[in-house]
């Protein structure tokens, strides 16, 4: 007579974390980190959108006539970025270059901070930290790694840790879509 073999660990689904636990205390943390990733890609959305002076002066912004993307964009053709062709092509595509960025910046923000949407979320997150990074060429500090990569990293880790989950509205976005579209968790 054969007899089951037991299941593996590595199959099991991960038991929720205690809130007073140390798992739960560092999950905790990832959710505080989720919010304020959020809040720096909606200030940089409202900053472009408004021109609050930070990043970008009230006369360049983007409901003033100016470009959200022809700053960085143009600084990237200037200074002998390997890939300026391709930033090139993009700048001349201006408008669509700027709903893109700004939507995504929109987007992303509000995904993060409401902790809903994470797969999408850290998918174009990363793929927008990813193109900054590459705008970014030559590097000066570091030859190889910037912020850039360390944050699309990071935001990678988040939905895969379910960082919704913790300070926001995941559980309950999980289960209003989850079934109906995965894909959208």
């Known amino acids: 007579m054969a007899t089951a073999a037991p299941s593996s660990p ?3 689904p991960a038991a929720p974390a205690a809130a007073g636990s140390a798992r739960g205390w560092g999950f905790t943390v990832l959710g505080v980190v989720r919010i304020l990733l959020g809040f720096y890609f909606l200030w940089a959305f409202l900053d472009k959108l408004f021109g609050l ?7 360049r912004a983007w409901i003033n006539g100016g470009s959200p993307t022809a700053g960085f964009l143009g600084g990237s ?3 002998g970025n390997p890939f300026a062709g391709f930033w090139q092509f993009w700048l001349s595509l201006n408008p669509i270059t700027n709903i893109l960025f700004m939507a995504g ?9 409401l902790g809903i949407g994470m797969r999408i979320a850290a998918v174009s997150g990363a793929a927008l930290y990813g193109l900054m990074y590459l705008a970014a060429f030559p590097m000066t500090t570091n030859p190889i790694i910037d912020d850039h990569v360390i944050l699309g990293v990071l935001m990678v880790a988040l939905a895969g840790l379910g960082a919704g989950e913790y300070l926001g509205l995941g559980k309950q976005w999980k ?4 079934r109906k579209a995965p894909y959208l968790i």
């Open 53 to 59: 002076g930070f990043s970008t002066p009230a006369e």
């Open 105 to 113: 910046l929109l987007g992303i923000g509000i995904a993060l901070l």
């Open 77 to 79: 053709i200037e200074g």
């Open 10 to 12: 590595t199959t099991a």
């Open 175 to 178: 289960a209003l879509v989850g």
